[in-house]
């Protein structure tokens, strides 16, 4: 049996990565409607730089073993996912 302050260690580790991924799209979100173009370097930039920082902390989590590598590139595939939706669509407008 898996001792409840693993659990719960594992279900702040889900929710903090999941609490991350939601900022990065939200701030993507406001960049595109007010303030720059995707080609933006300054937009790439930030994108960039974001989503390393995500990709470094869920695999400091997969190492700690509070989240299955699995999980992690679901995560990160998912955003990235919502990201290029938000792209097209600033590009269509």
Known sequence: MVP???VDHREKAHALL?????KILRLIQVQMDNLTMPQCPL???????QM??????????VRLGLIDPKYGKELMGSL???LSVLHDASIRK
């Open 43 to 49: 937009y790439e930039e930030v994108l960039d730089t």
């Open 4 to 6: 409840d302050t693993k």
């Open 52 to 61: 390393f920082g995500l990709s470094r902390e869920i695999d400091f989590a």
């Open 80 to 82: 990235e996912r919502q």
């Open 18 to 22: 999941k609490a991350d991924a939601d």
